[in-house]
Nanobody, 123 residues
Framework: QVQLVESGGGSVQDEGSLRLSCAAS????????VGWFRQGLGKEREGVAI??????LYSNSVKGRFTISRDNAKNSFYLQMNSLKPEDTDMYYC??????????????????WGKGTLVTISS
């Protein structure tokens, strides 16, 4: 059974930093596309950053501020978020692809999902 578990969410002030972690079990992230997504109340889920075995892709809203990384040996991946803004406040989800590898921020490309971790940025 595949499980993805996020950690590292919390509350910080404007321009602060947070690092999210996603630990995978029952699934080998090596050579797979994994990513981070976010969703606010009443909004559609948005791709933030994905990585296909060392080939990252970022949304324009976070480019230059967020960095996705992975540790295949630990079967985990991460999202370093710097220069956070109040508009980054959302529930953040980690996800992984189950089938064909697609280098995309589109949420429907991802099969497995964590339950989410809340990130709150105060001004």
């Amino acid at each position: 059974q595949v499980q993805l578990v996020e950690s590292g969410g919390g509350s910080v002030q404007d321009e602060g930093s947070l690092r999210l972690s996603c630990a995978a079990s029952g699934y080998n992230i090596s050579r797979r596309c994994v990513g981070w997504f976010r969703q606010g109340l009443g909004k559609e889920r948005e791709g933030v950053a994905i990585d296909c075995d060392g080939n990252p892709l970022y949304s324009n809203s976070v480019k230059g501020r967020f960095t996705i990384s992975r540790d295949n040996a630990k079967n985990s991946f991460y999202l370093q978020m710097n220069s956070l803004k109040p508009e980054d406040t959302d529930m953040y989800y980690c996800a992984a692809q189950g089938g064909k590898r697609v280098h995309s921020l589109w949420p429907d490309s991802y099969t497995y999902w964590g339950k989410g971790t809340l990130v709150t940025i105060s001004s």
